[in-house]
């Protein structure tokens, strides 16, 4: 019996992509005396409560802001929102692997300085493990959306020196989080100039004629699923010893009643193309994924940069091709997206 516990016991702890909240224990002033710029905290996470007010969502709520080296108020600076996955909450910023990444781009140059934020998209708003996402959009636990626009970029933009130009702001989103980053920059194009994601479920409609959901991605059998199977199973580990149905991250969100097909098709970025009328050049867009993707999303990514296609518009796509849905990967490709990012934003500029 031990021999069988053991195992499942070590995939139950391995199942999520981002290993839950395995960055909740970084010490934020130790991580701060190793960067080159500045980690401010706006979180409950590090002795004192100093969230930001949300009324939309009714309760205070966590957020990161990076700054960057030798940040000056008295320059304007573009601003790069963070949007982590599921199975983890803002903490997934403080991955000291992928921060300092960054933060030695911008003090050597490699990428313009930028300020970056990383707010919190679960809805409880508490640091437990494996808390429902919100998939950053309008759903049944909370505007998350709205909470995006409308208070986390003015909240931005009032306390730090950010441009103003829709151009130097970016919306950077890591698997779930790529949902609604898309989502995100593909309504509010009057806020975001670019979007990059990586491992991001762009297409939540995904089907094929001949093998269903977890068929690869062909043109010529390629279609829009027209209905909703909350019990569908999406994903494998473990040559399918772990599964991941459909209601466990689309449920909470939109439930499981006659709407909820509507209501997907309201935020899925595949639809979006056509119902926010993306015109050629209104839009920088980069999607990154694993060629190997557990959830399928490989699959769905090249059918949205291709129907994308369809209308003109441009996707910037990189793939890694054995790559697979774990954090190893995320940690590969943020460097990357940010590097993508940073030839789009603007430099600092006087106010």
Known sequence: MTRLIVPLILVALAASPAHAQLFSWVNADRLNRKLHGELVDHTQNH??????????????????????????????????VFLHNADVDEHGFLDPSNLRKLDRMMASGEIPP???????????GKNRLNSTHSLWVNGNGGRFEDHLVQEVVPFMMRTYSIRPEREAHAVLGLSAGGFGAMGAALKHRDIFGSVATLAGPL???YDDAEGGYSADFNPATYRESTDYDPDAVIARFYGGLLKRRVKRYLGPVYGDGPDALQRIIGDNPADLLA?????????????????????NFDAQDQSFAWLAAQRGVGVQQAEVPRGRHTLRYLRRTQPQAYRWLGGRLPAPARR
């Open 203 to 205: 297409n939540m409609r």
């Open 114 to 124: 930028a300020v970056v934020c990383a707010p919190d998209g679960t809805y409880s």
């Open 47 to 80: 002795g004192q409560d100093r969230r930001i007010v949300s009324p939309i969502l009714g309760m205070p709520r966590d957020l990161y802001v990076y700054l960057p080296p030798g940040y000056n108020p008295a320059l304007a600076y573009p601003l790069i």
């Open 275 to 295: 119902t926010t009328n993306l015109q050629p050049g209104e839009l920088s867009l980069y999607v990154n994924y694993p060629g190997k993707d557990n959830y």
